[in-house]
């Protein structure tokens, strides 16, 4: 628990109008979807969508549609599965000119610097591993800035 001397509080200010997120529409994304067929052609599997990742979305299985209707939503599936990411490497970002990038503006304050807990020698490795792994798919990247917030590492329960 922290004292209320210690507690961060938001700033009442007004939001810069150059750090509000911008959605544009450049074109119509309702002009290049392709047209639906009343009877869809059979699923074939690719990289992006197996027999086994469609079957985790619990399309096939689901009995609240018809089978035309299942076949339809597979079918639609596979024409953007390029939208689904089922892990980190899959994932992408939006496109800059539909969705500004977010700016966070800031008050004038003093940098923080609270040094980290130690990592715990027996899960040293798996630390390492996975923050590489992060940066390497751009969700980390390094910083060299003023700013240093505590955090600690806890092994889950598969070990991860």
Do not use: M
Request: with cysteine; aromatic share 8%; hydrophobic share 35%.
């Amino acid at each position: 628990y922290k004292s209320v001397d210690r507690k961060a509080n938001p700033v009442a200010a007004t939001l810069p109008e150059d750090a509000k997120v911008k959605r544009r529409f450049p074109e119509n994304p309702l002009n290049t979807l392709p047209p639906l067929s009343p009877h869809p052609p059979d699923f074939l599997p690719t990289k992006r969508l197996s027999h086994e990742r469609l079957a985790s979305l619990g399309v096939l299985d689901n009995e609240f549609l018809l089978p035309e209707e299942r076949r339809l939503a597979v079918h639609v599936l596979a024409l953007n599965a390029d939208a689904i990411a089922f892990d980190s490497e899959e994932r992408g970002t939006f496109r800059d000119d539909y969705i500004s990038p977010a700016i966070i503006p800031l008050v004038e304050h003093e940098p923080w610097a609270r040094k980290s807990f130690p990592i715990p020698p027996g899960i040293r490795d798996e630390v390492h591993r996975q923050i590489d792994e992060k940066i390497r798919l751009g969700l980390l990247e390094p910083s060299d800035s003023s700013y240093r917030t505590q955090w600690f590492c806890v092994a889950k329960k598969n070990g991860k």
